[in-house]
């Protein structure tokens, strides 16, 4: 059964009280940016104090700096006038539980949703599936730390991207809500 119907519920109720929101600035009105997670867990404007207009928040898979992360970055920054970003990836990521040779291999036998056993991500469809998944890279993460730090390293590289915006790294601990500082991706993240 789809959920349609729920969504439009609360979005009628929620259209009702709407009120002053209808005069939020475009710009964030406290002038950062989040990249993080897509991960239902997570929940930004708890975690980070956030109120409607206050930060932008962009989400993907693992929180990592994608090409379109880095271009939402610069967008914010260019046009909204952000001033410092955050890159928060979390504890227990699905990106930690596969590989790109696995979703390659899960994509290319059937494009039905796989199941996660005890040894990982396996195929339980029957076809059909297709290549298109090896022309992708599809930034899994081994290691939440060095992600993180790669990540802001690459954000901070990034030749669009000016030396004076600061980007700092955390991982968000799923079990405790708490945001854990990565010092060697606030290193890599200092405004020059």
Request: hydrophobic fraction near 40%; include cysteine; charged fraction near 20%.
């Amino acid at each position: 059964m789809s959920v349609l119907p729920e969504v439009l519920a609360a979005n009628k109720a929620y259209a009702e009280s709407f009120g002053e929101k209808s005069e939020l600035a475009l710009p964030p009105a406290r002038g950062f940016a989040i990249l993080t997670c897509m991960d239902a867990r997570l929940d930004p404007a708890k975690y980070a104090g956030l109120s409607e207009g206050d930060a932008h928040v962009i989400r993907n898979a693992g929180g990592r700096a994608s090409d379109d992360a880095i271009r939402s970055l610069v967008i914010s920054y260019k046009l909204l006038g952000t001033k410092e970003w955050f890159v928060i990836h979390h504890t227990n990521c699905g990106m930690e539980f596969f590989t790109d040779e696995v979703i390659r291999g899960l994509l290319a036998n059937s494009l039905e949703t796989a199941a996660l056993g005890p040894d990982g991500f396996y195929d339980v469809g029957t076809g059909p599936g297709a290549s298109e998944g090896d022309y992708i890279d599809w930034l899994t993460i081994a290691d939440q730390a060095q992600s993180v730090t790669a990540d802001v390293r690459r954000i901070k590289e990034h030749p669009l991207v000016p030396a004076g915006i600061p980007v700092y790294g955390y991982i968000y601990d799923v079990k405790s809500g708490r945001l854990i500082e990565v010092p060697t991706a606030h290193e890599a993240g200092r405004a020059a």
